[in-house]
C-alpha cells in the first residue's frame, strides 16, 4: 500500500510459490507493525497465486521477469535476455522508488531484483527456508547483507560450510504470518487429518492419500478429512475419493490455513521449510513425504531434522502412488490409533517453533533499511536474543 511520503521502501524479490512468498509477507505485516509510515512493494514474475496474496495484504506488486535456470543450449539465449529484461526493470523501479532495503525470497524470481539491488548497492537480506540452501541464494550470498537461515543444521551440510566463514548469518527460523503464531487449538466433533499439497496441490498425494485412506476401514469413518488438492486436481480428488468409498472435503487451497490448522490433529503434506515452520507454529504432528524430485534434495533433509527430533514421520516418496499408498496407511493407522505418541510429537513441535521468526528478520531488515551496517565482527541489533541467533562474530 503506497504512503504518501515513506520514510523507508522495502522491496520483497520473488514469491512464485506460498513456500516463498508468505515468509516475506509475514516480515512485511511485522514491518508494518513497528513502523507503519514504511512503503512495501513486492517485485516477482507476475503469477496469478502471487498477484492475488499480496493484493489480499494491499500491498504494490510489481510484475518482472524472472526466467528459470535454462535446460540446454537451446534455452540459454532466451534465458540471458529474460534475466536482463528482469534485471534492467527491476533497476528502473529500484531507483526511481528510492528503496531502502531489498529482501530476497528464496526462489529464482528473486536473482533480477537481487541483481538490480547489488548494482545500485542497496542492503539485500536473503531468507533462506529450508535447510539445505538454494541455488539462488547461495549464488546471491557474497552480495547479501545478511542470510537469515531457518534450520541450526544448515551449516551442517558439506556444500553450504563455506557461508559461515564468509557471510553475516543469522538462524532465525521462517517468518511465519501472526495467524499462525497465535493460533490455539481447537477441537472438532471428530478428530481431523488435514493433507496440504502447497500452494499449488501435490499430485502424487492426490492420487495416494484417498487410496491409502480406503485402507483403513472404519478407522477412517472416524475422522474428518480436508484435503487440499490445488485448482489442476480438485475434480480428480475428488472423484478418487467417491470411487474408494471415502468422505473427504477438498478444496483447491485453504484461506485460512491457521484456522484449518489449528482444529487438526494430524497432517500429511510436503516437507518444503514453510510447512513445517507452520505446523511447528500450531503443533501439528504430521506424516512428511518429501518430494523426491526437491532441487538439491532440500525437502527430505528438512524431513529428516524434523523427525529425528520426534516431530514428524516420514515416507518416501516414490514414483507409484499403490506403493506409496500402502506406506502411507500404515502410518497414518499408527498415529491415529495412539493419541499418546502424537501428543509426544506436539511437545517436540513446541521445541521446534520459532514464533518470533517474523520479528527478528524484520529487525535486521530495518536495521539495515536505515543505513546501519552489519559488520563480520559482529551486528548491534536490538533484538530479543533465541535459541536459533546466531551471531556474527561466530558465522
Known sequence: M????????????????????????????RVLNSAPETDISFLGPGAEFERKQV???GYDYVPIACPRAPHGVAQTARFGYRMLQGYRTALRYLRRSRA???VGLGSFASVPTALAAARLRIPLVLLEQNAVIGRANRRLARLASALCLSFDTTFAEPRDRFLAA???????????????????HRGTRLPRIVVLGGSGGARLLNQS?????????SLVEQWQILHQAGAVDQAATEATYRAVGVKALVQTFFDDPAAILAAADLAICRAGGSTLAELAATRVPSILVPLDRAMDNHQRVNA?????AGAATVVD?????????????????????NPARRGAMQTSLGHLARL???????????YLASGNKIAAAGPSLAFPASPGSIDASAA
Do not use: N
Request: charged fraction near 20%.
Open 2 to 29: 503506497r504512503k504518501t511520503k515513506p520514510s523507508l521502501h522495502i522491496v520483497f524479490a520473488g514469491g512464485v510459490t506460498g513456500g516463498h512468498l508468505f515468509p516475506g509477507l509475514a516480515v512485511a505485516e
Open 55 to 57: 493484493a489480499r495484504y
Open 100 to 102: 531502502s532495503v531489498v
Open 166 to 184: 564468509r557471510h553475516v548469518t543469522f538462524v532465525t527460523g521462517t517468518p511465519i504470518r501472526t495467524e499462525f503464531s497465535t493460533a490455539k
Open 209 to 217: 492419500v484417498p487410496e491409502a485412506m480406503a485402507k483403513l476401514g
Open 304 to 308: 529428516r531434522s524434523f523427525a529425528a
Open 317 to 337: 516418496d516414490t514414483t507409484k502412488s499403490v506403493i506409496l499408498a500402502k506406506h502411507l496407511a500404515i502410518e497414518i493407522a499408527q498415529l491415529m490409533g
Open 356 to 366: 518470533d521468526a517474523a520479528a527478528h528478520v524484520s529487525e535486521i531488515v530495518r
